[in-house]
């Protein structure tokens, strides 16, 4: 992946979180191979997805208007 400008890099440990704000929690649950396994704890109202689900919404939210 290219690292593209105002993205925060942090390496983590399995069991470790990262916290955003006061309400959003990552943790890093396992790791294999090259595949990491996250939790996200946030309030009921975030959103979350994945980043190739959020571009897509994104995407065909411009061809409606």
Do not use: Y
């Not at 955003?20 to 890093?28: F, M, P, S, Y």
């Not at 996250?38 to 994104?58: N, Q, T, Y």
Request: aromatic fraction near 4%.
């Amino acid at each position: 992946m290219k690292h593209e400008k105002n993205w925060l890099v942090l390496g983590r440990k399995a069991q470790e979180e990262i916290c955003i704000g006061d309400e959003i929690r990552v943790k890093v649950v396992s790791k294999d191979g090259s595949t990491f396994r996250i939790a996200i704890h946030a309030p009921g109202g975030v959103k979350v997805l994945r980043g190739e689900l959020f571009d897509k919404s994104k995407t065909q939210k411009g061809t409606e208007q």
